[in-house]
């Protein structure tokens, strides 16, 4: 005949196994601490209740047989059963919660290998030795980040040349220049207070023949 196996049972688990897996549970957000509690609360009273009525209906039916055709007395109210308050998390349970915090936090910093292996850790020697590991693969002096792999290394930002100042140009004016100059300056000035219909021929003397010449057909008709 082949061989059955044996069927694993919750009632067959050791109390120790299945306090982790509760307390697994709760860390993942499956269920809660409060809930745990109530229902083991919930469970103490149902067996007093059951308790109780087995008591009663042994009590019936010695009274059935002691007083035949007497009416049973009336089975007394039961009062429901005072709701679990909510319970405050046990210490350990709350150091758990952020053991468990540190080490998702500092977890997110690798991927890939890296991070399996960080996990493996944690599995085998649980989240206090996983945390230390990632500590120290942070300590280290150019410990790669997220990914593990060599990063290349950070330049310094090139500094901006400073910009060229050109001194102005001296600029050297010869007596010539200088004649030239003033006899221009002399030459607008007087041409301004000409009418319009003379401006036009002074302009093409002083184009024609200099402003020397315009200028002294100007004093001329001034006189």
Do not use: H, W
Not at 56 to 62: A, F, K, P, S, T
Not at 110 to 126: M, N, V
């Amino acid at each position: 005949m082949p061989k059955t196996k044996n069927k694993i049972t919750l009632s067959s688990l050791p109390v120790v196994d299945l306090a982790y897996a509760v307390e697994c549970l709760v860390a993942g957000g499956k269920t809660t601490t409060a809930e745990v509690l109530g229902l083991a609360a919930d469970r103490g009273k149902r067996i007093a209740l059951l308790e109780a009525e087995l008591r009663e209906l042994r009590g019936g039916v010695v009274a059935s047989k002691t007083a035949k055709r007497r009416r049973p007395a009336a089975r007394p109210v039961l009062a429901p059963a005072p709701k679990a308050a909510a319970a405050r998390p046990p210490s350990s349970l709350n150091a758990f919660r952020k053991l468990q915090g540190k080490y998702m936090g500092l977890l997110r910093n690798f991927t890939g290998p890296l991070r399996e292996r960080i996990k493996g850790i944690a599995k085998a020697q649980k989240f206090p030795a996983a945390i230390a590991e990632m500590k120290n693969l942070l300590a280290v002096k150019g410990a790669p980040a997220k990914t593990g792999r060599k990063t290349a290394p950070k330049t310094a930002p090139a500094r901006k040349a400073a910009p060229m100042i050109v001194a102005p140009r001296k600029l050297t004016i010869t007596p010539k220049r200088a004649a030239q100059l003033k006899l221009q300056g002399v030459y607008i000035g007087m041409i301004r207070s000409l009418p319009e219909s003379v401006k036009a021929r002074i302009k093409t003397i002083a184009k024609d023949k200099g402003f020397a010449a315009a200028i002294a057909v100007m004093k001329k008709a001034a006189k």
